[in-house]
């Protein structure tokens, strides 16, 4: 078993060089969360099975009041029957049906859901 354990702290601090009060860098300074936590197992089990789960913690953007903190978890499962061949299913941002990871702004992004999702993968190697 493989285990990994991530934490990023982010403290950022810009000053605007322009003389406009209209300054794209600033204004986006404080659109990116202030902590992260990621924890990720991988398991390697019999018949050349592998199982992934990737849990993550991201702290609210200052800046948009609609998206707050959230915690999610991805999971994947993977066989390679032979070892040129591997068929995986994914399944994302499992804990809720959907969540914000950033909102609207003045320069026209809108924000929008990321949904829980699924998907099956083959990769040939060759």
């Not at 810009?14 to 600033?26: E, P, T």
């Not at 804990?95 to 809108?110: Q, T, V, W, Y």
């Not at 990321?114 to 993968?121: L, Q």
């Amino acid at each position: 078993m493989d285990l990994a354990l991530a934490y990023s702290h982010l403290d950022l601090s810009v000053k605007s060089i322009s003389s406009l009060d209209f300054d794209k860098l600033v204004v986006y300074a404080n659109t990116a969360p202030r902590n992260q936590l990621s924890f990720i197992s991988v398991l390697d089990l019999p018949r050349n099975v592998k199982c992934t789960l990737w849990v993550r913690y991201v702290d609210n953007l200052p800046t948009f009041a609609e998206v707050s903190n959230y915690v999610t978890m991805d999971a994947r499962i993977a066989w390679k029957p032979i070892p040129t061949l591997e068929l995986s299913l994914v399944g994302q941002n499992l804990l809720e049906p959907k969540h914000k990871e950033f909102g609207a702004d003045m320069f026209g992004n809108i924000s929008a859901d990321v949904e829980r999702s699924m998907y099956g993968k083959m990769t040939w190697s060759f």
